[in-house]
């Protein structure tokens, strides 16, 4: 496999992201007096029918998707995205959906994959400092509560954030930037409701007269499935699903494949590339994005306790062994 990156641009985000890691261990104490700062009324908790707590900070004491917050932690996330807008092209995106549509890294089962992540952890999201294991059974399960009968969700968002796994060196070892963080389109105009927007002036597909109006080289109504997202986890997650011939709905693989899409799903941009499928499966992704977001919390899951109920769902809707 031949992936090509500017190293130079790897070595100053490793140094950077090494620096971040050093400084949050300073910051802890001022994330928390800050947390008062941001949040001068008492805390409100999200209360849901069945009970699901929806606390208002994150485990950092900031509010949830805080990326302008001061802090050491959001430096570091700002300079990923800096990095995430400058690099992920058009032409990088159709390379990399190439390279692992091969499906050749690995063969595993899910439940492999699930402990495989645990040595994952993800450095574009504010509000995340644990194990992905935990996020994955602390969101599958809030939504279990929630939604009983829908054993497809609680799977889903069990496996939806297994394509992490692209950070590992087995897996081509990728950089942060073509992993995680929110995704958005290309090959049309960047939307201004893009996280940190600025920073596209320095990509490249920005000098392409094509990609920048508002449809570039879309159709209105095209369907999501014929638009190039940017590359990370969302996507490759879905390429293995669909490869292996998942018996997931397609609400189950349109979450896995857009829940990082924030620009649709929480600003409502880009709705006019959307066809009618994906407007019935935006619906579930709504409900699924409160989930994957607010259970990122301190709440303990008790792995081994709740392992034979989603072994039980694996074996219902993928084959025992997949190729990654
Ligand atoms: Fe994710
Ligand atoms: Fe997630």
Redesign the pocket.
């Known amino acids: 496999m031949t992936i090509l990156f500017d190293h130079n641009v790897q070595d100053i985000e490793e140094d950077e992201t090494k620096k971040t890691k050093q400084n949050d261990v300073d910051a802890v104490t001022d994330l928390v007096l800050e947390a008062g700062f941001l949040h001068p009324d008492p805390p409100q908790l999200q209360i849901s029918s069945s009970g699901f707590i929806a606390p208002v900070v994150n485990a950092f004491g900031h509010a949830f998707r805080a990326y302008d917050a001061q802090g050491q932690r959001q430096k570091g996330v700002e300079n990923f995205y800096r990095l995430n807008h400058i690099h992920q092209t058009f032409d990088f995106v159709k390379r990399m959906r190439e390279e692992y549509s091969k499906l050749d890294k690995m063969e595993m089962s899910i439940w492999e994959c699930c402990e495989l992540l645990n040595e994952v952890v993800d450095e574009s999201?504010p509000d995340?400092d644990e194990p992905q294991i935990e996020?994955?059974l602390q969101?599958a399960e809030a939504i279990r509560k929630d939604y009983p009968d829908e054993d497809w969700l609680h799977l889903t968002a069990l496996i939806?954030?297994l394509g992490k796994v692209l950070l590992l060196p087995k897996f081509g070892g990728l950089p942060q930037w073509a992993v995680v963080g929110d995704t958005h389109p290309l090959g049309c105009a960047f939307d201004e409701s893009i996280v940190h927007h600025k920073y596209f002036i320095d990509n490249p597909d920005c000098q392409n007269p094509a990609y920048n109006t508002k449809n570039g080289v879309y159709e209105e109504g095209c369907g999501l499935d014929n638009v190039t997202i940017s590359w990370g986890h969302d996507d490759y997650m879905y390429l293995v699903a669909k490869e292996n011939k998942t018996k997931l709905p397609s609400s189950g693989l349109f979450i896995i494949r857009y829940?990082?899409f924030y620009p649709l799903h929480r600003c409502g941009a880009y709705t006019h590339l959307m066809n009618d499928e994906d407007k019935a499966n935006l619906k579930w992704l709504h409900i699924f994005n409160k989930y994957?977001?607010y259970s990122?919390s301190k709440v303990r899951v008790d792995v081994e306790k709740v392992k034979p109920y989603y072994l039980t769902l694996i074996k219902k809707y993928f084959p025992e062994k997949l190729r990654w």
């Open positions: 999201d995340l996020h994955l969101t939806h954030d829940h990082s994957d977001l990122k």
